[in-house]
Structure formats: C-alpha cells, structure tokens
C-alpha cells in the first residue's frame, strides 16, 4: 500500500489561513500588528531567496515587515548595533539575521546580541534553554515545523519509538528534545543517530516514527522502514539542475521505495521546507502576543 503523502504545501496554508485570522483580531482587539525584521549581509543568492520567502509570508499575513540589506563588508559592530536598534523598536517582535554570516562577523555573537523575547528563529542560549527546560519561547523553525505536520496528520507520538537521524543544533537535536518532552506532538521515546551510530538501519527499523535530517541523499532506503512508519526527510540536496536553470532537488530519503512500506511519508520538495517559514510567522505572533500579555492585556 502507498503512504499518505503529508504535504506541508497544503498544511502551511492551512495554518497561515488561521494565522491571518488571528492578526485580524489583534489588531482589531489591541490595534497591533506584528513586526519581522529580516536582516541579511551580502549577495548569497539562495540567502536572498531565503529572505525575499520570509519577507512575502510576512506582507501576506499583514505583518509590519522591514528587510535590511547590508553589503558582505559591513563589520560586525554595526551589524550588532542594528540588532540592538531593533531589539528596542516596540514595532518589531521578530529579529531574524540570516545565516550564514560572511566570515569576519561572529555568528554566535550576533545571535547572542538579539534580545531573547524577540528570538524568533529560537537559536539564542536562552531559547536552546528554554525548550530544553520546558519553559515559554521559541523553538527553532524546522521542528517546530515536524511537530506540527505530525499533529495535523494525526500522526501518534506518544508511547511511540522515535528515531532522529542527525544532531545537528537547528534541525536534529531540537527535534529529538521536542518528540521527547512531555506535550502534545511528544512523549515520544528517541534514539537520535549521527555519524557515530554503530548500525543505523537497525535503530531505524524499530522506528514507528522516522526523522531524516542527515543532508546526504539516499542515507534511508526501504530495507531500513518498519512497515507502517511515518517518515519526515528534511533533507534538501540538490542533485543535478533542469533545463530552466532551476535545481533538482532530492531529500536524503529514497521516496519511491519508501513510500511503498510507511504510513505517511513527507516529499521534497513540498514537505519540511514549506513549514518552516510558516512556524517563522507563527513565532514572531506568538512574540507580539506574549507581549500584549506582559503588557497585562488578556487574549479573548
Ligand atoms: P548538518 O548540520 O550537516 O547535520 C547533519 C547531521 O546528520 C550531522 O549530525 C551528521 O552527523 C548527521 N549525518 C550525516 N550523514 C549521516 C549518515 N550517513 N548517517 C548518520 N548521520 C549522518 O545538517 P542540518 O543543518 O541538520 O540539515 C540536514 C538536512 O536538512 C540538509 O539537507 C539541510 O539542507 C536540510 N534542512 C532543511 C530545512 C528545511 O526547512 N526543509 C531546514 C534545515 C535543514 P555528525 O554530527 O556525526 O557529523
């Protein structure tokens, strides 16, 4: 039998539908509307992309969006100070700085710079704290991304054997801490596999839930899918350019083989990607609504 295909075309949608909804009523109810700033240096073509993506979610859901554009020799002093420029402006509740940095800035230092509250890729200490302790914040965006697709898809977590392959800090060990914290979307028991792993197909098969974030094509195959297992490729390779000019894209799951033994399954492109940018404008609305509330206003 083949799998459910879980598209997070359609599911981004769906939640962008909602989310709209909802900065209706804020700004109705409280006269606000979130703000996203986007801050990118230098010329990278697929970092442009990235951005110019964040930028029209924003506009769409009526967001106050700015996007700033430094040149690549911009030194790190005044890219720090334009963070803390925007860590003060009441109109901003996201700050995201697109990654990679060129070289001479200091990755960590800039993501230190961004005021926790306002954290909404949720790669600052305090955030990484924060979803490890279970407390308020915000999680990164790709697994926030995961746990949402699953729980729409009805997917059950709990009880259930999890398997993470990769460990990375934005993709593979967020998603392993989120499938295992006591929530909904979680309860989960993990095995998280890297490079290390003695024998990774055997972890994988006794996976009900199967999440690939190892950034190699063709690392699952079918002989290593427990039959009936939700599979989530996050990987995105490219493997080979169309007549257009455009990339191939391939996921790090051999889909066709493997849609054929799991329940559901994620494609690529369509899958994880889509969902990310979506969980970037549900943080930076959660960011605006935690603020009305500190600021002692109640959410009808
Ligand atoms: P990364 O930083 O390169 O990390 C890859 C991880 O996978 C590492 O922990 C590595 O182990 C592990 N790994 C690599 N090959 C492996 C293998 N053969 N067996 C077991 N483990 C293996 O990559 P990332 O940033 O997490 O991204 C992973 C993939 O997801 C990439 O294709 C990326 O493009 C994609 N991605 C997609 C989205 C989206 O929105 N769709 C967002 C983020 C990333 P070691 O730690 O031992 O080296």
Do not use: W
Not at 128 to 133: A, E
Not at 225 to 242: F, L, M, T
Not at 280 to 300: D, I, R, V, Y
């Amino acid at each position: 039998m083949s799998a459910k295909i879980l598209s997070g075309t359609e599911t981004a949608k769906e939640i962008r539908a909602e989310l709209k909804a909802a900065v209706e009523k804020m700004h109705t109810e409280h006269g606000v509307v979130p703000g996203l700033v986007t801050i990118l240096v230098g010329e990278d073509p697929a970092s442009q992309s990235y951005v110019s993506g964040k930028q029209k979610a924003a506009k769409e859901l009526g967001f106050y969006s700015v996007q700033e554009n430094l040149s690549a020799d911009t030194c790190e002093k005044d890219l720090l100070d334009m963070v803390e420029r925007y860590n003060r402006d009441e109109r901003i509740h996201g700050i995201l700085v697109q990654l990679p940095l060129p070289k001479h800035i200091s990755e960590s230092r800039v993501i230190m710079a961004i005021d926790p509250d306002k954290d909404v890729d949720g790669f600052h200490p305090v955030s990484v704290g924060r979803l490890l302790l279970g407390e308020e914040g915000f999680a990164p965006c790709t697994p926030s991304g995961i746990i949402e697709l699953l729980k729409r898809s009805g997917a059950n977590t709990s009880g259930a054997e999890a398997v993470v392959i990769g460990r990375s800090n934005i993709v593979g060990k967020p998603i392993s801490m989120m499938l295992a914290r006591k929530a909904e979307g979680g309860n989960a028991t993990v095995t998280m596999c890297h490079t290390g792993t003695k024998d990774i197909a055997a972890h994988a098969r006794r996976a009900d839930i199967l999440v690939v974030a190892a950034g190699r094509p063709g690392t699952v195959t079918a002989d290593m899918v427990k039959p009936g297992a939700v599979v989530i490729d996050v990987g995105v390779n490219r493997i080979g350019i169309k007549p257009d000019g455009k990339a191939i894209l391939a996921g790090d799951v051999d889909f066709d083989t493997v849609k054929e033994i799991a329940s559901a399954i994620t494609p690529v492109p369509g899958g994880v990607g889509p969902m990310t940018i979506t969980m970037l404008m549900k943080n930076t609305f959660k960011s605006a609504q935690m603020k009305l509330e500190k600021e002692g206003h109640t959410n009808k």
